[in-house]
């Protein structure tokens, strides 16, 4: 709680202190005492409470005239927290912090705190003091008690751990996530099977229940009951356990299933695997494949007979002589009478005047010699020194 606004903390303080030594300084003849009931208070959240404190005067009081109004300071102490101040009443004027106040109008011997809908953080240790002062004499008293605000258990979750077969073992969980005091917990079967369960088969501050050796008798619906002393709440879970063949039958269907799709996938491979075999055939070039037969032009130094055939073409090299000439027009032989006279289809006419006499032997071999081996006249085209025909 924030401090409401009010006197100096100074002042405050030196009050509080002041009752402290004052009350054990007093005269003899004018004592205050303040009474504080039960030192410890319970409350539950979300109520309200009364923190009752009240103080006497003797009655040996200096003078006759009306009880002076009393000075009261409220402060609230928490565990590993500074002390606040959540009331304050000084010459007549109230301060407080929200949700408290004082049960009686002042001035009153009463100084009774009140808080209402309280909270779990409103716990802790509530210190009043008080002070009384006269013309003659200044009195004050101090007194503390615990205020301990309690949570009703929250709504638990309730879990089932396990396969629920025949004679497998779960476990079931009960938790609730709010409570104070800590809540207990506790496991029963509802009708038409009703049953309750004890140690060792519940821990009943942790909330889980052992279920062991499963049978059929087994299954129905099971209530956790959390509870402490301001309040319960419950929840629940349903157990069905299932026999063993039919449990071996899902485990069957499971199996076929991966089955049939392990079958799928090896015939979709052995399908994709065919159709590119079929395609690598149409891109290969077979190497024993024959060529198309195509007409070779010849050459300039071949000679073609007079039929226009390739059987008797006879290489100019052969023709050459073993010394060797520089000259194409050299190895050139001279044609014969019926090569003159048939020209050879297909080959340009060459102007016969400009073609050079060829000596009658070539390389050493005389045409006589020739035609006693088989050769066969021919005429050949006449070539320039670059090798084109003429």
Known sequence: ???????????????????????????????????????????????????????????????????????????????????????????????????????????????????????????????????????????????????????????????LHGVPRMGANVTLTCLTPRSKPAAQYRWERLPPRVQFFFSPAVDSTRGSLFLTNLSASMSGVYVCKASNKVGSAQCNVTVEVTSGPKAAVVAGAVVATLVVLVVLAVLVLLYCHREKMQEEPANDIKEDAVAPRTLPWPKSSDTISKNGTLSSVTSARALRPSHGSTRPEALTPTPSLSSQALPSPGLPRTNRTHLPTASPTLGGVSSSALSRMGAVPVMVPAQNQAGSLV
């Open 1 to 159: 709680m924030v401090p409401s606004p009010g006197p100096p903390w100074s002042l405050q303080l030196q009050l509080f202190l002041l009752g402290m030594t004052t009350f054990a300084s007093v005269s003899r003849g004018a004592q205050l005492e303040l009474h504080t009931g039960s030192p410890r208070v319970e409350a539950v959240e979300g109520a309200e409470v009364v923190l009752p404190a009240w103080y006497t005067l003797n009655t040996m009081m200096s003078s006759p005239k009306p009880e002076p109004s009393p000075y009261v300071l409220w402060f609230l102490e928490q565990s590993g927290k500074k002390m606040v101040q959540v009331l304050s009443y000084i010459d007549g004027t109230l301060l407080s912090e929200p949700r408290i106040s004082l049960v009686h109008t002042m001035p009153s011997r009463n100084i009774s705190l009140k808080l209402v809908q309280l909270q779990e953080q409103d716990s802790g240790q509530y210190k009043c003091s008080v002070n009384v002062r006269d013309q003659r004499n200044s009195m004050s008293g101090v007194g503390s008690l615990e205020l301990d605000v309690l949570v009703s258990p929250a709504a638990p979750s309730c879990h």
